[in-house]
């Protein structure tokens, strides 16, 4: 599972992505795996949990070539999970998860809810020609595909797979309904499935809901060939009354080689696009720059 250190403030940021959420699990489709990597980089290298109450992460470090999909491991070894990257040079990596469940998706049908998607982000990351990573699940993509498209069409953007609905992938997730252990592969495989069409900068990185996953979540994604990224500096975005707090959140714990957890996800987390101009501002007094996520994670 997730690491104490983290817990705190993703028990709010969870809090986001069940509000109103069905108690029981979507059905899945058993859509078939995209397509297999055709080359893996030798130069991945990372720990793994060795049983199932663990969750080891350590530093991936992937050798982006002409030949590789970024995150793509060799299908049926289980998935290396990365914190951040190398701890040298000057990048940070800025990750925006875009949740989507039954439960919201039923807010914006009955107008309690507007949006799920944080236009301001993407117009400030666009001006200021900011490299961002978003990792979008599956029922986003096909609430927003017009948003979607834009994302693909930016060169500064990556696209990475956040699940199809934001369901967990381990028991004691902040009460989110789980997927069946049998539709797990599924479930990730129907999301490269839905945003492949897409184009632009395609991963083949993983987040879990919550950060929560064990040994048999890994072993289910073992045959897509990907990399799980969790992140070592979590904003606390969703729910925040305040732009303040977001802010201090990551200014106070970035470094070298951080991936930034943060949302696009609006209604969700309403003050994100208020703390990003702040935060960009203070990465740059720190002499730290915002790279596509393969960038951070690649050797410095």
């Given at each position: ?119 301001r982000i993407v117009d400030l990351l ?94 289910a994604l073992a045959p897509l060939g ?75």
């Amino acid at each position: 599972m997730i690491r104490p250190r983290l817990r705190p403030l993703l028990g709010v940021l969870v809090a986001a992505g069940i509000v109103g959420s069905a108690a029981s699990a979507i059905a899945l489709s058993g859509a078939p795996s995209p397509d297999a990597p055709t080359f893996v980089s030798p130069s991945i290298r990372a720990a793994v949990p060795a049983g199932p109450s663990s969750s080891a992460s350590a530093t991936a470090q992937v050798r982006p070539s002409a030949a590789t999909v970024p995150g793509a491991t060799r299908p049926g070894t289980r998935p290396p999970v990365v914190d951040h990257g190398p701890r040298t040079g000057n990048r940070v990596a800025l990750t925006f998860d875009a949740d989507m469940t039954d439960g919201m998706l039923h807010n914006l049908r009955t107008g309690r809810v507007k949006s799920y998607a944080n236009l301001r982000i993407v117009d400030l990351l666009e001006r200021e020609q900011i490299p961002a990573t978003f990792f979008l699940t599956g029922k986003w993509v096909e609430r927003y595909p017009g948003l979607t498209r834009r994302l693909a069409d930016n060169p500064r953007f990556e696209l990475a797979n956040h699940t199809y609905g934001h369901l967990a992938y381990a028991g004691d997730c902040y009460d989110l309904p789980r997927v069946p252990a049998r539709g797990m592969t599924d479930d990730a495989a129907k999301t490269f499935q839905v945003i492949k069409p897409y184009g632009g900068r395609q991963t083949r990185y993983f987040r879990f809901p919550g950060l929560c996953h064990d040994a048999a979540a890994l072993a289910a994604l073992a045959p897509l060939g990907v990399t799980v990224v969790d992140g070592d500096v979590v904003s606390g975005d969703p729910f925040a009354g305040a732009w303040e707090p977001i802010v201090r959140a990551v200014l106070d714990n970035v470094r070298p080689g951080s991936v930034v957890i943060m949302h696009v996800t609006e209604a969700n987390a309403a003050m994100t696009d208020e703390a990003l101009p702040h935060i960009l501002a203070g990465l740059r007094q720190r002499g730290l720059t915002p790279a596509p996520l393969s960038e951070v994670l690649s050797p410095a």
